[in-house]
Structure formats: structure tokens, C-alpha cells
């Protein structure tokens, strides 16, 4: 794992609107305060740059996809509803494609914060919607389909990340799925490659100090490697990964 660090999301620098560490990730008060920025930039989804919404609109697609063929693998006669449950929906344009695409979808959400929930609550209700760091704020006797974290993996660190997903595991259906969303994936890893990236955070701790450019430290990348030890340790089986043609090159990662 590597350490990495932002300095802007959604085209907001981080120092127009909080104070920034090097050192202590962010909280889900700058979490708060960021998106309080961000519905003040932007007063819908429409209005998000259009790249990024084509870009997550394939995203949802691609879970449809492996949804309803996952479900066609199950014997015919079910009664109850398909329930996905989405860990980290952020503004929630996924989750709203998502229900346009598959509107018998009963979905479920979780954010760390209200806020950035703000247009999601037109299509979301507030039953199926959990506030807090899960595994403890969601029901425990609801079981799903299908569990997504959508990019947020990155700052969960490696032995929360594996307690989460365990515990997650736990609340799949028989025959569910659980999917790693990545936009922090680590291309390699070597010696070499690590001491490059210490000097490399010794020279960005220098320039934050100095405030010439001041950083967020925003969380770890991992390897692919370490992404399959983690589904391997958690106890999944039938684990698989790939890259989504999205435009980000996202890296994904699913076991049942």
C-alpha cells in the first residue's frame, strides 16, 4: 500500500473550504463541509461536469448487468425483491441511475453524513437510508443481492478494510455478491518504487509546511495483489477482478 494525497475533488480545492492535514485523514465533517460546497457550485446533477456523469452512468450500467445475471442464475419464483445495498453513494448519481435503469430495484444507502444525501432523497426512503461507518449503522437482519463500495475503499485502512468486508459478507443472500469499486488502484509495487515514493512524500510534506502546496493525505492505494488477499482473508470465494471501460479505467473486484 501506498499513501496518497489530494489537493481538490469535483473541481473544489480543498483549502476554498476547510483546513487540510497532511498527516490525519479526512473526517466525515470535511466530508460535510465539502459537499455543503459543492450544492452551492452545483444545484443538480445536471449540472456535474459531463464526462464524469457518462463516465459513472456505465459504472451503473455494468452493475445492472451483473445483477440480472446473477438473478438469472437463481431458480424462477422468487417473490422477494432484489436488494442492493450501496456503501458510500456520495451525491447518489449512480444510485439514481440505477433506479431509472432497474426501477423494481429496492435500494438501500450508506453515507457517513446527511449532506451529500441531498438529492438522493427524492428517490431513496429515508428507511432504506443509513447514516453513520457500517457495518454498525446498518440493520442487521436485512440481507441483499448485491453490495457495492463505490470508490471508496481508499481510506479505509487494511485491517478495518478487511473487518468491513467480512462483516459485510455476512449480509449477502445466498448466492449475493459483494463489488470493490476502485479508483485508487496501485499499477505495481517494487523496492524501488517505494523508496522513489517516500522522497516523493518527503518533498510534498516540505511544499504543504511551506504552504506552497498544501495537500490532504486522502488514503492508501493497493496493488491488485493485495485487493485478492483481502477478498482471500475475508473469507470470499469466487473471487474475480477486472477493469471497467468507463473512461477512468476503473479496477473492480467481486466474491461471493
Not at 456520495?90 to 453524513?113: A, C, I, R, Y
Amino acid at each position: 500500500m501506498r499513501r496518497f494525497y489530494q489537493e481538490s475533488w469535483q473541481g473544489i480545492p480543498f483549502t476554498s473550504f476547510s483546513h487540510i492535514s497532511f498527516f490525519h485523514l479526512a473526517e466525515p465533517k470535511f466530508y460535510a463541509v465539502f459537499y455543503e460546497e459543492l450544492f452551492r457550485r452545483y444545484q443538480s446533477w445536471a449540472d456535474l461536469p459531463a464526462e464524469w456523469r457518462r463516465n459513472k452512468q456505465k459504472d451503473a450500467r455494468w452493475l445492472i448487468g451483473e445483477l440480472r445475471a446473477q438473478l438469472a442464475q437463481e431458480a424462477p419464483g422468487r417473490t422477494e425483491p432484489v436488494r442492493v445495498l450501496s456503501i458510500g453513494s456520495g451525491v447518489g448519481f449512480m444510485e439514481k441511475t440505477l433506479l431509472e435503469e432497474m426501477p423494481e430495484l429496492e435500494l438501500h444507502v450508506n453515507e457517513p453524513s446527511t449532506v451529500s444525501l441531498r438529492w438522493l432523497r427524492e428517490y431513496v426512503p429515508s428507511e432504506r437510508i443509513y447514516i453513520g461507518l457500517p457495518p454498525a449503522c446498518l440493520p442487521s437482519d436485512v440481507q441483499y443481492d448485491m453490495i457495492y463500495l463505490s470508490t471508496v475503499d481508499y481510506g479505509i485502512a487494511q485491517r478495518e478494510l478487511e473487518r468491513l468486508l467480512s462483516e459485510l459478507r455476512a449480509q449477502l443472500l445466498p448466492g449475493g455478491e459483494l463489488i470493490c469499486l476502485s479508483a485508487s488502484l496501485l499499477e505495481e509495487d517494487s523496492p524501488v518504487g517505494s523508496f522513489v515514493n517516500f522522497l516523493k512524500n518527503i518533498i510534498r510534506a516540505g511544499l504543504h509546511f511551506l504552504g506552497i502546496r498544501r495537500q490532504q493525505f486522502w488514503g492508501w492505494r493497493r496493488t491488485r495483489k493485495e485487493y485478492q488477499k483481502l477478498f482471500a482473508d475475508s473469507g470470499f470465494q469466487n473471487v474475480s477482478d477486472g477493469w471497467l471501460d468507463d473512461g477512468f479505467d476503473t479496477y473492480w473486484i467481486r466474491g461471493r
